[in-house]
Nanobody, 116 residues
């Protein structure tokens, strides 16, 4: 089992920045890829950014150039730096871990609200 806990969400004005953190515990040696997803009411959860164990990243087009994903394997953590935030970035952000056996684990989520 892998446990994930997100932190860093909150209320920010348009154009502002937030940094989300996700701490992993449990069978961390089994984790291959990690990522961030987001979800708004009535919509499906969507990928925002992902990073492999080796550091290869995948950022979706809608946030490319504004969001950066990074990973600290020594601290068993993954981060999402979000700059130039827009109201449409408002969502619950979820941390995801995918194991080498292709099992998915999710954190409870953290709310990000972009509003003036």
């Amino acid at each position: 089992q892998v446990q994930l806990v997100e932190s860093g969400g909150g209320l920010v004005q348009p154009g502002g920045s937030l940094r989300l953190s996700c701490a992993a515990s449990g069978k961390i040696f089994s984790i291959a890829d990690m990522g961030w997803y987001r979800q708004t009411p009535g919509k499906q959860r969507e990928l925002v950014a992902a990073i492999t164990n080796g550091g290869t990243t995948n950022i979706v087009e809608s946030v490319k150039g504004r969001f950066t994903i990074s990973r600290d394997n020594a601290r068993n953590a993954v981060y999402l730096q979000m700059n130039s935030l827009k109201p449409e970035d408002t969502a619950v952000y979820y941390c995801n871990a995918l194991t080498w056996k292709r099992n998915d684990y999710w954190g409870p989520g953290t709310q990000v609200t972009v509003s003036s």
